[in-house]
């Protein structure tokens, strides 16, 4: 278990040790500023800040279960840590892979939903507690498919020094086909076409927006908007989200795909490793878009930051 990453510089055991444990403390300060965010202000508790919260959950775990261990094998060059932990990492890995992108998916459903169709249809389909049930539904499914596939004995564990985590180790070429075919059409594919159609639909719908808002400016007439300015704020902060995640995520995809087919026969070190860091990377950004493109985000971060009181629930007043 024991397998040792190999020669390196001291310069690169730094550097590569530093920036792990630096993405590694950021994610989880931003992510669990996000959670109490939307636990102390009430207008923050919205369908859609749901998912919000689901991402920065992901987020969280990868933090908490995968990106310490990962900064222990790059600054011991081996895995320290047993097979128990390693079978651990073996679980979170692949399921925040791809709990993420299905996260993503739903999180563009429903913004595509809430601009584009009538309210009636956003109340239906989208209400707190049937948003909560379709993700805890979807997340579960994910993770009683790893698990079966590992009880099962359909996959192995072993340490892969390049990415420096322990993954799933497929025990025969026809199990690696079908089940990267089964993983990146469901959990990868599906969701990026639909986060694709949904952001093209909301955007078309913006831009008619605008255009009607602009007419009625010009014609000094009073225009009551369908969407409203705030709505606008969110899907575009939602939609740099998606934009970042899938920045981070495609190598990542194409990487594991080019290495576990055996379409490439040897992946440098380097380039393994930089899907690691794509990863931690993207459990990272994402509270500092939410903070850069959202004030209710961002007013709600500094008086966290600063120790301030909650907001008064304007309900009880």
Not at 6 to 22: D, H, K, N, P, W
Not at 66 to 77: D, E, K, N, Q, R
Not at 284 to 301: D, W
Request: proline content about 4%.
């Amino acid at each position: 278990m024991e397998v040792e990453l190999g020669a390196r510089s001291l310069f690169f055991t730094i550097f590569e040790s530093t920036s792990t444990i630096l993405l590694n403390v950021i994610s989880l300060l931003g992510n669990i500023l996000v959670c109490i965010s939307v636990y102390r202000n009430t207008r923050l508790r919205t369908s859609t800040n749901l998912y919000i919260v689901a991402l920065a959950i992901s987020d969280l775990l990868s933090a908490i279960f995968v990106m310490p261990f990962a900064a222990g094998v790059l600054i011991s060059g081996k895995w320290p840590f047993g097979r128990v932990v390693c079978q651990m990492i073996a679980f979170f890995g692949p399921y925040l892979l791809y709990v993420s992108p299905v996260t993503m998916g739903f999180t563009a459903v429903n913004r595509y939903v809430r601009i584009c169709r009538s309210n009636q249809e956003y109340k239906r389909f989208f209400s707190p507690w049937k948003s909560f049930i379709s993700l805890a539904s979807s997340w579960i499914l994910i993770a009683c498919y790893i698990l079966i596939t590992r009880f099962t004995g359909l996959q192995g564990v072993y340490f892969e020094p390049g990415y420096a985590v322990c993954l799933n180790q497929h025990l025969n070429k026809l199990a690696t086909i079908i089940h990267y075919v089964f993983v990146l059409g469901l959990f990868f594919i599906l969701p990026l076409v639909l986060t694709i159609f949904s952001y093209r639909m909301v955007l078309r719908k913006i831009q008619e927006h605008n255009a009607v808002l602009a007419r009625s400016i010009e014609n000094q007439e009073v225009h009551f908007a369908s969407v409203t300015t705030h709505e606008i704020r969110i899907s575009r902060s939602l939609f740099v989200v998606v934009f970042a995640f899938m920045l981070c995520w495609t190598p990542v995809w194409l990487i594991t795909i080019l290495t576990r087919l055996s379409i490439v026969d040897a992946m440098p070190r380097n380039i393994q490793l930089l899907c690691t860091f794509f990863l931690n990377l993207s459990n990272t950004v994402n509270p500092f878009i939410y903070a850069g493109m959202n004030p209710l985000f961002r007013s709600e971060f500094r008086r966290i930051l600063y120790c301030r009181p909650r907001e008064p629930d304007i309900r009880q007043v």
